[in-house]
């Protein structure tokens, strides 16, 4: 939709892979309808993932006991966090629509992509306490969380060996995005496509693509325990 800003998270080191082409075909598609889109590229960027005392630039709240989320919170409220931190930041603050592009690694996200998570949204720029859930203070984006997975959708139903995708993306979906507020859109899994055959994974890539041009429609999930273990 015109006038839309749309920040891509993208977590995969090789541009020619798979979530390579997921990334650029949300890229074409959110740019044909006139969406202004920036791609956070973060093996390209040699994004830090550590969470470190480096964080925060100048003196520390209390340097006789570092403690991250302390110092992070202060610093945010001080405007001394470090500046790959804040140009992040910005980049959220200004999206409408946030999109985490990456293969699962152990049934979570790259270690690259988790260190984005536990840099950039700290607290006082995306929650407090109280201010989460509900009152995070993202509440008024979307994300939608975008991933392959290297087992079949069969290995990941609710009697296969994974157990339910659903199950996976709690921690990711519930636990850090709908904490900070975000409205969490269905998740687009791509089931194994480095065991499908080349029709399958074009199919993949078109089903993704199809999805965008009616992205604006779509209602956020329920983002409450059924939805990811049932009733």
């Known amino acids: 939709m015109a006038g839309k800003k749309v920040l891509i998270v993208y977590a995969h080191q090789e541009p020619k892979s798979f979530n ?13 309808q006139g969406c202004a889109i920036t791609v956070s590229d973060l093996y ?13 630039i100048g003196a520390l709240s209390n340097p006789e ?3 991250y989320g302390m110092e992070a919170y202060e610093a945010f409220k001080k405007r001394s966090l470090a500046s ?18 990456f293969p699962l690694y152990w049934f979570s996200m790259p270690a690259i992509l988790k ?11 995306a929650f407090d306490i109280p201010g989460f859930y509900d009152s995070g203070f993202l509440k008024d984006k979307l994300a939608l969380v975008s991933l392959t997975t290297g087992g079949t959708a069969e290995m990941y139903s609710r009697s296969g060996v994974s157990g339910d995708f ?14 900070c507020g975000f409205k969490v859109l269905a998740p687009q899994i791509s089931f194994a496509p ?5 029709e399958e994974r074009k199919a993949m890539v078109t089903s993704w693509a199809q999805r965008l041009r009616t992205i604006w429609e779509e209602e956020p999930i329920d983002c409450s325990p059924p939805w990811y273990f049932g009733q």
Not at 194 to 198: D, F, G, K, L, T
Request: hydrophobic content about 45%; some cysteine.
């Open 20 to 32: 390579g082409s997921l990334k650029k075909v949300a890229v074409d598609e959110l740019s044909r």
């Open 44 to 56: 390209a960027m040699d994004f830090e993932p550590r969470a470190t005392r480096k964080d925060v």
């Open 65 to 67: 006991l570092f403690n």
């Open 84 to 101: 790959d931190i804040t140009d992040e930041q910005k980049k959220v603050q200004e999206a409408d629509l946030v999109i985490f592009q």
């Open 115 to 125: 260190g984005w998570m536990d840099r950039v949204l700290c607290q006082g720029f």
């Open 166 to 179: 659903r199950y996976f993306l709690w921690p990711l979906q519930h636990g850090a995005l709908h904490f």
């Open 194 to 198: 480095e065991i499908a055959s080349e």
